[in-house]
C-alpha cells in the first residue's frame, strides 16, 4: 500500500545534491595535495570569511571581512584535506599565511584551465556542524613549499529548508 509521502518530502534532493557538487573540492583537492598540480590547472577559490570555522590571521580578516579569493596556483605550502575542510598556506604581500576554509565556507571554486566553475550559497549549518580542526603549534612546514609549473559553470542556489 502506498504511503501517502511526496517524493520531495521522502528525499531531501537538494541536501543530496549540495553534499555530491561539494564532494568535487575534497577529491581534486586532495589530489592535488598528494601528486601537485597537474599541467596548467590552477584554482580561483572564494570564500566567506565570516563563516564559523574558517581560521585565518586577523590582518587579512581586517583586510577582507567578508570574503576574500584564493588562487593554488604556483606558490603554495602545506596543503591539508578532509572530509570537512582544507587548510593552505599561501603569502598575502610576501607574508605566509595559514588559512582552514571548510568546504561550506566556499561560495565558488573554478579551475579555469578547465572551464569549470561550481558556485554555492555558503550554508551556515553545515559549517557550524563541521568540527573544527585541531589548532597547530607553529612548526616548521612538514614539506617544502609546492611549486608547480566555454566551460560547464554549475550554480547551486538552494533556499532555506521549509
Do not use: C
Request: cysteine-free; glycine content about 8%.
Amino acid at each position: 500500500m502506498p504511503q501517502d509521502l511526496s517524493v520531495a518530502d521522502a528525499f531531501d534532493y537538494t541536501a543530496i545534491v549540495r553534499r555530491v557538487l561539494r564532494g568535487v573540492m575534497p577529491e581534486v583537492l586532495g589530489r592535488v595535495a598528494a601528486e601537485g598540480l597537474p599541467g596548467d590547472h590552477h584554482f580561483f577559490i572564494v570564500f566567506s570569511t565570516t563563516a564559523p570555522g574558517v581560521v585565518m590571521p586577523s590582518h587579512l580578516r581586517a583586510s577582507y571581512p567578508d570574503e576574500i579569493t584564493i588562487v593554488i596556483q604556483h606558490q603554495y605550502e602545506n596543503l591539508v584535506v578532509d572530509e570537512t575542510g582544507f587548510g593552505v598556506r599561501l603569502r598575502f604581500g610576501g607574508v605566509p599565511s595559514d588559512l582552514w576554509v571548510p568546504y561550506g565556507a566556499v561560495k565558488l571554486f573554478t579551475d579555469p584551465s578547465a572551464q569549470f566553475a561550481l558556485q554555492f550559497d555558503v550554508d551556515l549549518e553545515e559549517v557550524a556542524n563541521a568540527p573544527e580542526p585541531e589548532p597547530e603549534a607553529d612548526e616548521a612546514p612538514s614539506e617544502k613549499p609546492r611549486s608547480d609549473e566555454g566551460g560547464t559553470v554549475v550554480q547551486v542556489d538552494f533556499g532555506k529548508k521549509r
